[in-house]
């Protein structure tokens, strides 16, 4: 399969969606098309489908599905079924309900299949990875991750009121819409099997949402690690980092200044920084390392198996 050949659908062109299309053209592919349910928003679209079933879905090669979160299984089953490998933007659904016939479906077909995680891409977090699986760190006692923003802030065009965001039916609340810190924790504790999880979550600020704003999670993994989450709706200037506490120091990752510092008592040092303008880079390998695994046919690290474990854990709590 020459991957410059291949014919792809990107379902849902918000602005995930209009991300994908803008990085698949800049790596060579031509032939995109386009679906969304709001019509208007692909009009000026030289390459689009007014229709989704398993039929017109034949048609293509890869399907991306990047759809409000009650809607992915829906559309991935259908493309599953018409034998389209899948990328599907994060989190893989917003219920477990469905999931079974999709793996089923995608074994059968021998799709390729990737949920987004994007975060996994970025070079810091990659370092850190490569970084603990030298041992340099010595035994790993715990990781701790940090996200946080303010709701209306993160769509400046768009009223936060109406984004998936706000409603439970939709897939919404903090605890979904962050699951790359929850990705990222079990990835880095190499998915060790959770012994325990506890979860604290709340709807505690007047932003006009039902699903909840704020949550701390922590767990304790088989490998004798334990990991914490907090994440929240709230912080008026964004925050994510992540730490690594380990036998011999410290590792600490602030992604707002993209440096990795190992720190102990007799050091201070940093490890790593990269330069970027924005995180598109991450975005764009992601897809680059997703299409490259559907031309080798080989699976990609996070795929449906992988995704469902992190996202049973988030919706099990």
């Known amino acids: 399969m020459k991957s410059n050949n291949l014919k792809i659908l990107i379902i849902g062109f918000g602005s995930i969606g209009q991300r994908h299309y ?5 790596l060579g592919y031509k032939d995109i098309y386009v679906f969304d349910v709001d019509q208007i928003r ?7 489908i007014k229709k989704i079933d398993e039929k017109s879905l034949k048609d293509f090669d890869v399907v991306f ?7 992915h299984l829906k559309y991935a089953i259908l493309a599953a079924k018409a034998a389209c490998h899948l990328f599907i933007e994060k989190p893989l659904s917003h219920s477990l309900n469905e999931l079974n016939p999709l793996i089923k479906i995608c074994q059968k077909n021998q799709l390729i299949t990737m949920v987004g995680c994007n975060l996994r891409f970025n070079p810091a977090v990659q370092f850190i990875k490569k970084y ?3 041992g340099k760190l010595g035994k790993i006692y715990a990781i701790h991750h940090e996200f946080g923003y303010y709701l209306p802030y993160w769509r400046p065009k768009q009223d936060y ?3 998936y965001a706000v409603k439970r039916a939709w897939g919404g609340g903090i605890i979904l819409d962050d699951i790359h810190e929850f990705d990222l924790l079990f990835w880095l504790s190499n998915f060790s099997e959770v012994k325990k999880a506890k979860f604290i979550y709340d709807k505690i600020s007047n932003l006009q949402i039902e699903t909840e704003d704020i949550c701390v999670a922590a767990f304790q993994f088989k490998n004798g690690a334990i990991g914490s989450i907090r994440c929240d709706y709230l912080q008026q200037v964004p925050s994510r980092n992540l730490k690594v506490i380990g036998g011999k120091g410290n590792l600490e990752f602030d992604f707002n200044t993209n440096e990795v510092w190992f720190k102990n008592n007799k050091k201070s040092q940093k490890l790593f920084k990269v330069k970027r303008g924005n995180d598109n880079h991450d ?14 046919k080989k699976q990609t690290f996070n795929n449906l198996n992988f995704a469902v474990k992190t996202l049973a854990i988030c919706l099990e709590r």
């Open 65 to 71: 599905v990047c759809t409000p979160n009650h809607l």
């Open 22 to 26: 803008q990085n698949l053209k800049k």
């Open 42 to 48: 692909i009009k000026n679209q030289g390459l689009r």
């Open 132 to 134: 603990l699986e030298t």
């Open 283 to 296: 975005y764009a390998s992601e897809i680059k390392y997703f299409l490259a695994c559907v031309k080798n």
């Open 161 to 163: 009121r109406k984004n």
